[in-house]
């Protein structure tokens, strides 16, 4: 499976910025993509993923301090899936990556390259 992460860039302390994830290769009927970001200095962290099972939407799912604010949703047209944040913080400030999961609960053994994601305050 192979993983590309776009969409990042600078953008101001409340502000929105949209990620997108494009997925190739390999797939099974129950999959899961989810996004993580890591901070300088930080460990990664679980942003929220989205669950497929048997070729349907099962559920999203987000860390609470991105409940409410960021939105995993996916284009099965384009094998994308997206990260839409709003309400951006400088503690937003990260390399984001999408991963894949080719088992449903997910065990994320294949990542993307990351993209960074700089809010200014």
């Known amino acids: 499976v192979q993983l590309q992460a776009c969409g990042g860039g600078l953008v101001q302390a409340g502000g929105s910025l949209s990620l997108s994830c494009a997925t190739s290769?390999?797939?099974?009927?129950?999959?899961?993509v989810g996004w993580f970001r890591q901070a300088r200095g930080k460990e990664r962290e679980f942003v929220g993923d989205?669950?497929?099972?048997?070729?349907?939407?099962?559920?999203?799912n987000y860390a609470d301090s991105m409940k409410g604010r960021f939105t995993i949703s996916r284009d099965n047209t384009k094998n994308t899936v997206l990260l839409q944040m709003n309400s951006l913080e400088p503690d937003d400030t990260a390399v984001y990556y999408c991963a894949f999961s080719l088992v449903v609960p997910p065990r994320y053994t294949f990542w993307g390259q990351g993209t960074l994601v700089t809010v200014s305050s």
């Open positions: 989205i669950t497929v099972r048997n070729w349907r939407y099962e559920r999203t």
């Open positions: 290769g390999r797939t099974t009927s129950s999959f899961a």
